[in-house]
Each structure stands twice: as structure tokens, then as C-alpha cells.
Nanobody, 114 residues
């Protein structure tokens, strides 16, 4: 059974730093993407990383202030976002994917507010 467990969401002050984790079990050789969805908006891909970390992509809205990384020994992918803005408020989802399958975490709420 494939499981994705996200952690690290919550309340962040404007200008602060967010660090999310996604621990994956039940699959191997998978890429991971972080997505987010704010109320009334479509789901937006924030960042992605390939199975060995050789290919990394960022969405335009977070480029330059975000870092996605992975520790394959711990089956965990991290997303760090700096200089958080109120418009970063959303539910953040972890997505693990292979050539043939797609899996989603339950989502974690991130609220940027003072």
C-alpha cells in the first residue's frame, strides 16, 4: 500500500520560512511534486524533483525563494520556502509519481498571516 505523509504546515508569519516534509512508502523510483490549492483557485504545481534528484523544477510564483530536496535513504522529500507571502496561503499536497501511477497525500494547510 502506498502512503504519503505530509508534515510541516501551519501558521507562518509574512517573511518567514516554511519547511514541508513528505515521507513516501510502498513505491520505489518515484518523482515527487508539491502542489498547492487556495480557495477558489486551481491546483498549482509548486516544485518537482526526479527520483534521483537530477531534475528539479519550480513554479514561477516560488522560483528563487524555494528549494526542493530529497533524502532517498529516508524516503522523504522536503520543500523549503523563504520570504513567505500571504498569497502563499493554501493547502499543500505531496504527489509521488512513476511512469504508470500517481499518488497523493492528504494535504496540509499553510496559512501566512501576522
Amino acid at each position: 500500500q502506498v502512503q504519503l505523509v505530509e508534515s510541516g504546515g501551519g501558521l507562518v508569519q509574512p517573511g518567514g520560512t516554511l519547511r514541508l516534509s513528505c515521507t513516501v512508502s510502498g513505491i520505489s523510483n518515484y518523482g515527487v511534486a508539491w502542489w498547492r490549492q487556495a480557495p477558489g483557485n486551481v491546483r498549482e504545481q509548486v516544485a518537482s524533483i526526479s527520483s534521483k534528484g537530477g531534475t528539479i523544477l519550480y513554479g514561477d510564483s516560488v522560483k528563487g525563494r524555494s528549494t526542493i530536496s530529497r533524502d532517498n535513504a529516508k524516503n522523504t522529500v522536503f520543500l523549503q520556502m523563504n520570504t513567505m507571502k500571504p498569497e502563499d496561503t493554501a493547502v499543500y499536497y505531496c504527489n509521488a509519481f512513476t511512469i504508470s501511477s500517481n499518488y497523493w497525500g492528504q494535504g496540509t494547510q499553510v496559512t501566512v498571516s501576522s
